[in-house]
């Protein structure tokens, strides 16, 4: 099994910034793919950005130019910088790593989600 541990969520002001951060351990062989997903009240969830194992970097239109992912291969470890921050950003953001946990079976995993509200 893999686990997910989030933080950094929070309450912040428009315009304002935070950084999410998701640490995976547990029986991991290789990770292919590191990401955030997010769910507002009402809403279906949907993906934020993700960052895969060769490097490619993927945004929701909405965050792109203001939202940061990035990933520490060594500590399995993905962030989630969000600048310029709007209330629409507010959600329940949630970490996916998707991996191996041996040389044949992956699986996606999910974390237990953070919220992160933006007032006006």
């Known amino acids: 099994q893999v686990q997910l541990v989030e933080s950094g969520g929070g309450l912040v002001q428009a315009g304002g910034s935070l950084r999410l951060s998701c640490v995976a351990s547990?029986?991991?062989?290789?990770?292919?793919?590191m990401g955030w997903y997010r769910q507002a009240p009402g809403k279906q969830r949907e993906l934020v950005a993700t960052h895969n194992a060769g490097g490619g970097i993927n945004y929701v239109d909405s965050v792109r130019g203001r939202f940061t992912i990035s990933r520490d291969n060594a500590k399995n470890t993905v962030y989630l910088q969000m600048n310029s921050l709007r209330p629409e950003d507010t959600a329940v953001y949630y970490c996916n790593t998707r991996a191996y946990s041996d040389y044949k079976t992956w699986s996606d995993y999910w974390g237990q989600g953070t919220q992160v509200t933006v007032s006006s």
């Open positions: 547990g029986s991991i062989f290789r990770i292919i793919a």
